[in-house]
């Protein structure tokens, strides 16, 4: 049972290049989400999806694209990366029954933008 | 989001001491959690709450769903090494429009020496 899985775990791009980070879960959750970690301020929520083809900004969402085609996966775009997106990204998946606010994160993907 | 206050920030303590944490909001929330994050890896979630004045332990570990609704505790009993981590708080406003996303607080690292 993989659960939540996000790739790269690393990745370094160059200022201005596009880059997309990977979200897949087994668990058919309904819900998914990503979020930021940066020192200082905690897991700040970037965009998040109810269901496939339903998504919704969260706190921090310009300069960042999300898509959901399928239920399973939820990728994460940087059209233009800048170095202020340097930051660890974690996804996040909940199912919509009984207890939708427990979230499950994935183990994160460490972007360095030079 | 709105924003959660967690503290202490970061604690030292000796294995076999008991740790209290907490955190508070300036509006009413109708679900609390509490996450630990190892290095390196995503958070695990520990504990959720869903009715004021619930009390919910899991092992060492007990939380509390303050009366208020504005607040939450997170108790570790006969603190381990392996206790060394970050604990998150997070919740969910009762006022929020985000489907189920959770606002976060910054963080406790907790470091345990034997």
């Known amino acids: 049972d993989a659960g939540i899985t996000q790739s790269p775990r690393y990745k370094i791009t160059e200022t201005g290049r596009q880059v997309t980070l990977m979200c897949h879960q087994t668990?058919?959750?309904?819900?998914m989400f990503w979020y930021r970690q940066d020192l200082g301020h905690g897991l700040r929520l970037i965009y998040y999806s109810a269901a496939a083809d339903i998504t919704d900004k969260g706190e921090v969402p310009d300069g960042y694209v999300v898509s959901r085609s399928k239920t399973e996966n939820f990728p994460l775009t940087l059209e233009s990366a800048t170095r202020s997106q340097t930051s660890v990204y974690f996804c996040a998946s909940s199912d919509s029954g009984a207890f939708p606010y427990e979230q499950y994160f994935g183990p994160g993907t460490r972007l360095t933008v030079t | 989001g709105q924003q959660l206050n967690q503290s202490p920030q970061s604690m030292f303590i000796q294995e076999g001491e008991d740790v209290s944490m907490n955190c508070t909001s300036s509006s009413i929330f109708n679900t609390w959690l509490w996450y630990k994050q190892d290095p390196g890896e995503g958070p695990v979630l520990l504990i959720a709450?869903?009715?004021?004045?619930e009390l919910t332990s899991n092992g060492r570990l007990t939380a509390q769903f303050g009366i208020t609704r504005k607040d939450s505790f997170l108790n570790i009993s006969a603190s381990i090494p392996s206790d060394v981590g970050i604990y998150f708080c997070a919740g969910h406003p009762s006022n929020s429009n985000s489907g189920y996303a959770l606002n976060f607080g910054k963080g406790t690292s907790l470091l345990v020496t034997p």
């Open positions: 709450l869903y009715k004021a004045g």
């Open positions: 668990w058919s959750h309904s819900y």
